[in-house]
């Protein structure tokens, strides 16, 4: 049976690609640093028994469970989880599959290999993006912009919080943006890495009918396919840990939803209405609400020849309807910021004109670097352990305190209001 290749304008896109960056070797050699740094700070870490990469932990500890046959649900944490990682598996039972490569590494170099492959996909997925930008200003060449955005993203509270933990997010938004953004032209790959991403973890099924309403319908049966191919997988492998996962109703499970770092609307309504009973359906309705002008506008833009700023409408609709989105999960901005970027004139006015036309940037970027939901958890250090006080917030701190994803509440408003001008 002959193996479908790789499409002919996926390959001409990396063939071109890698040209251009091996012709600058420095740009090459910048671009390992980082990776190169955090493997080195996870051997590091294992010989002197640093603690480092908690979530890594968990996930190294779910693919020794899975191989060693130990149940990955029946108990809040796992035999091979460290003592300072002691936190239950969330994942469903193919992301233990997935890890699985990590398990052949101490925990600590398991943390240092997951940060390297995290900044090289973050790195990708900052050159797909200005690929896909509709313009981009003359002074944006796309091989010095990967190099520097993918550092200064450093500085981002989701994108640094994600490395020190050791989480997934970088990775599985590289899976979405290639398939969505790369592979579209594919017969036999599109909705494959949304299928495997959305296996890993399942909110990134949100692209699912993004596939479906911008007319890739093929690619969004696959993706389903992937994603059902791995669940009858995992089935057969591990049939207790398939069932146990579909049977556990806890939502404290991944930890108080109700805390400021969760910035997804089931949070918000929760710190609104004191932990109120229906606050979750509530979040639920409102997210459906939300549904139908998302992706129309999705659709608007991936028909008007932008399908970068329609892939972002759906993955930031995705990060509010998800019951849990980690502040950290918000990774998202970093594309986000290409496309403001690309927006910018070849030239840039000064005084005033500056200001106005840097404004989007700066105002993201203070959104996700200042920390502020981590400054607000933790501004009284006399608060008594078990307090709640996202539920005593003042009103300004109500609007602090729910800022992330006020942003693509205000940037779709924005949008809407011009289109509906026009």
């Known amino acids: 049976m002959d193996v479908p290749a790789v499409p002919a304008a996926a390959q001409s896109w990396l063939r071109e690609s890698l040209r251009r960056l091996f012709a600058r070797p420095r740009l090459v050699g910048a671009l390992f640093v980082v990776p190169a740094g955090l493997l080195v700070a996870g051997i590091v870490s294992w010989v002197i028994d640093w603690r480092l990469g908690v979530d890594s932990a968990v996930y190294r500890s779910g693919a020794v469970a899975l191989l060693t046959g130990e ?97 997934i997010n970088l990775i599985l938004m590289a899976l979405v943006v290639v398939d969505v953004l790369v592979l579209g032209r594919s017969r036999y790959f599109g909705g494959v890495l949304v299928g495997v991403a959305a296996a890993v973890k399942l909110t990134p099924l949100v692209f699912v009918p993004h596939l479906w309403f911008t007319g890739r319908r093929m690619d969004a049966v696959r993706a389903v396919v992937t994603f059902a191919l791995l669940q009858l997988l995992i089935f057969v492998i591990a049939p207790h840990d398939v069932r146990k996962f579909l049977t ?45 002008p998302a992706f129309i506008l999705a659709r608007r833009f991936h028909q008007a020849g932008q399908p970068l700023p329609a892939l972002l409408v759906t993955a930031f609709f995705g990060l509010l309807f998800s019951p849990v989105s980690w502040s950290h999960h918000w990774v998202w901005v970093v594309p986000l910021l290409v496309y403001l970027l690309a927006r910018l004139p070849d030239r840039l006015p000064t005084g005033w004109a500056r200001v106005r036309a840097l ?64």
């Open 71 to 167: 149940p990955l649900y029946d108990k809040m944490f796992l035999s091979a989880e460290p003592s300072w990682a002691r936190l239950p598996f969330t994942y469903p039972p193919t992301g233990a599959l997935m890890f699985v490569p990590l398990a052949l590494f101490p925990t600590q170099i398991s943390w240092g290999v997951l940060g390297a492959l995290s900044v090289l996909a973050l790195a990708l997925v900052v050159r797909v993006a200005i690929q896909n930008v509709p313009r981009r200003p003359a002074w944006m060449a796309p091989a010095t912009t990967t190099i520097v955005v993918t550092v200064l993203a450093g500085a981002l509270e989701p994108v640094w919080r994600t490395l020190v933990l050791g989480q």
């Open 248 to 292: 556990v109703t806890d939502p404290e499970r991944t930890g108080p939803t109700f805390w400021a770092g969760n910035q997804g609307l089931n949070g918000m309504v929760q710190r609104l209405t004191d932990l109120s009973p229906w606050s979750n359906e509530i979040a639920i309705g409102i997210g459906a609400l939300l549904a139908v």
């Open 359 to 422: 404004s989007g940037v700066w105002a993201v970027v203070l959104v996700f670097a200042s920390c502020v939901l981590l400054i607000m958890r933790t501004s009284d250090p006399n608060r008594p352990p078990g307090s709640k006080p996202e539920l005593e917030w003042t009103p300004p701190e109500v609007l602090l305190g729910n800022i992330y994803l006020l942003v693509p509440l205000v940037a779709g408003v924005l949008v809407l209001t011009r289109t509906r001008r026009r």
